[in-house]
């Protein structure tokens, strides 16, 4: 049975996906980390699954990981890029604070970040 499949990779801790596209499927594809109901799938295992393929074959999911990762990676770039700047914005602050004893309004601080 394919729910029983999922389950044993799940308690291996391994992330299990599961393609489908019958009644039969439904539950396997509900129970995986990553359902995927194909084209031509049954209303059940549409509802059921993450992912609905709109086109014939597996051909989608790879190109739907390849752009994942990108966007992944474009998110964990800004990410990093602002908390550097954050760092950046705090060190210059920090100095001009306690060297030259300036004051700075709140609103400076606002803005720049």
Request: hydrophobic content about 50%; charged content about 15%; cysteine-free.
């Amino acid at each position: 049975d394919k729910l029983e499949i999922v389950k044993s990779l799940q308690r291996q801790g391994l992330v299990s996906a599961m393609t489908g596209d019958g009644v039969n499927d439904a539950p396997a594809l509900k129970q995986a980390h990553i359902g995927i109901a194909v084209e031509g799938s049954t209303d059940a295992a549409r509802s059921a699954a993450d992912i609905v393929l709109t086109t014939e074959g597996l051909a989608p999911i790879f190109t739907a990981v390849l752009e994942s990762r990108k966007i992944f990676q474009r998110v964990n770039s800004y990410v990093l890029y602002r908390i550097s700047a954050t760092i950046q914005i705090v060190l210059v602050l920090s100095l001009l604070i306690f060297t030259v004893n300036q004051t700075i309004k709140a609103l400076y601080i606002i803005l720049l970040a």
